[in-house]
């Protein structure tokens, strides 16, 4: 396993942020963490990344404890914050030097990532003249550079315009195929339907459900067909999948030629978070 939490518990002086969540997350996989403001997402993620203390519980990363065992977690570990923190004033390629220096990691692949997210011509440019998309990039670049098996993301897409979330979702799309196993946390049900493949839904410091989205989706999905007929009608006829005058009733509008259109009713994410917390996002 990459990733294994178990009763992992969280309080901050009186408040209780993790109520003791368990997950485990396989190697190669793009794993989601989603909940609404201070569900505590960021906090499972920041514990994971060996920056904040659990209060309880224990989480490994590659069979190691993540805090007992810090320095070696961090060697195989990348880490894209939500807010920039990168240099303004520095280039690109400073800010990328300063970081490998610190973790005393080599630039040899720079270009490489650079080019991989379309960035090598701003290479020499400051960051302050870049966009928060590019910014983004910079920072994706920057967690890659000593080639971690594991890399977090805390709303790799937040701010960002649909065009560079696409362009940022196909990136981070190679990057697990090329191999790394990827945890990000987000309140974006779309991206999460798109990149992931198993996910959890975080509800005040509990996990509420998880699985893979199309599991999810047929658990919680209310097995009704909705019918409309080319009677001139534009009302739909809805009908239980599970009642047994629903395949004739079916079959006989479809065999006079009836049906314009037929529909089962699929719940996204969003619907299926709504109705496991009572709470809307
Ligand atoms: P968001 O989507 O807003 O980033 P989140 O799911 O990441 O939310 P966390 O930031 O992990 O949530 O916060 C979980 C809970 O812990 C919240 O109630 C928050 O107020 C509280 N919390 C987080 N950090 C601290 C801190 N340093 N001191 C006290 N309470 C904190």
Not at 43 to 61: F, R, S, V, W, Y
Not at 144 to 163: I, M, N
Not at 175 to 196: D, P, R, Y
């Amino acid at each position: 396993m990459m990733i294994e939490v178990s009763s992992l518990q969280k309080e901050y002086g009186d408040k209780l942020a993790l109520k003791g969540i368990d997950f485990a997350v396989a190697d190669g996989e793009v794993f989601g963490f989603l909940g609404p403001n201070g569900a505590g997402k960021t906090t499972t993620l920041k514990i994971l990344a060996g920056q904040l203390q659990p209060t309880g519980g224990q989480a490994t990363i590659l069979g190691m404890e993540v805090t007992a065992q810090k320095e070696a977690v961090q060697l195989n570990i990348g880490f894209v914050p939500e807010k920039t923190n990168l240099y303004e004033r520095l280039t690109v390629a400073q800010n990328l030097q300063f970081f490998c220096r610190l973790y005393n990691c080599k630039t040899d692949n720079m270009d490489e990532y650079l080019h991989k997210v379309n960035l090598l011509k701003e290479k020499n440019t400051p960051v302050k003249q870049l966009s928060k998309g590019m910014k983004q990039k910079v920072l994706l670049v920057r967690a890659l550079l000593h080639r971690p098996k594991l890399l977090f993301l805390d709303e790799p897409t937040s701010g960002l315009d649909p065009t560079s979330a696409d362009n940022m979702h196909r990136i981070l799309q190679d990057i697990n195929k090329a191999g790394t196993t990827i945890f990000l946390t987000s309140h974006n049900m779309e991206e999460v339907e798109k990149l992931c493949h198993r996910v959890a839904f975080l509800n005040e410091g509990r996990i509420v459900a998880q699985g893979s989205p199309e599991e999810l989706k047929l658990q919680h999905a209310d097995r009704t067909l909705r019918v409309l007929l080319d009677d001139g009608s534009k009302e739909e006829k809805v009908l239980d999948m599970d009642c047994k005058e629903t395949s004739t009733l079916v079959s006989c509008w479809l065999r006079h030629g009836k049906v314009r259109a037929i529909h089962s009713s699929e719940p996204t994410l969003a619907d299926i978070f709504v109705k496991v917390t009572g709470r809307d996002f």
